[in-house]
């Protein structure tokens, strides 16, 4: 039996990524979020809570990870961010393997990933949608979260890949700078065209 079409989702902060990936789950796709199954292991009983905790102390609680509190630990730190990075992605990688598996049938599958491009994972799929906005949508989405400042997002975006070089380097774009229904039309129609492809 073939392997399903591999999709890997991407895009800038603030550009709708999420709201995108819930368009394709609601086209019948199966979508692995990289960032949920992230925040399942770092939550309460999560499984990476522990190592978390035994290299950065303090970072945790009853309630798991405190994001903020390991987030200040390694935001300006890049060996701090690698060794944190070390523990997170080989379980994320593992989580990924295992969904999989378990869509194997599936004509499509989709993987949600925010570094698709910065971190080498446009190389495992077959396909990259690249989730883009105009700068200012993007700017007033970002910074009308709780908690964000004009210099968390620009430095959030000097470690994202330019949005310019992602739609460079798309098979295809998601325009989300648009109305919801006309995001979802573009879904629909990628959709579409993806199971078209693949004969079905």
Excluded: C, N, W, Y
């Excluded at 499509?108 to 495992?124: N, S």
């Amino acid at each position: 039996m073939s392997r399903p079409t591999l999709i890997g989702l991407t895009g800038s902060i603030g550009m709708g990524k999420s709201t995108v990936a819930g368009m394709f789950e609601d086209a019948g796709v199966p979508v692995f979020d990289a960032d949920a199954e992230v925040r399942a292991m770092q939550g309460p009983g999560g499984e990476l809570v522990e190592r978390i905790e035994a290299a950065f102390p303090g970072s945790t609680s009853a309630d798991g990870v405190d994001r903020e509190a390991l987030g200040a630990l390694v935001f300006a730190d890049k060996t701090k961010l690698a060794a944190l990075e070390g523990i997170v992605h080989p379980a994320v990688a593992a989580k990924r393997a295992l969904f999989l598996e378990r869509h194997a049938g599936a004509p499509l599958v989709l993987f949600d990933i925010p570094l698709l491009f910065e971190r080498g994972g446009h190389e495992a799929v077959d396909i990259v949608v690249v989730v883009s906005a105009p700068p200012q949508a993007q700017r007033e989405r970002v910074l009308s979260r709780p908690g964000m400042t004009e210099a968390k997002f620009e430095h959030i975006l000097g470690l994202q890949t330019p949005d310019a070089e992602k739609r460079a380097r798309a098979d295809h774009v998601i325009d989300t700078g648009t109305s919801l229904a006309q995001t979802r039309a573009q879904v629909e129609q990628l959709v579409a065209a993806l199971r078209a492809d693949q004969g079905m």
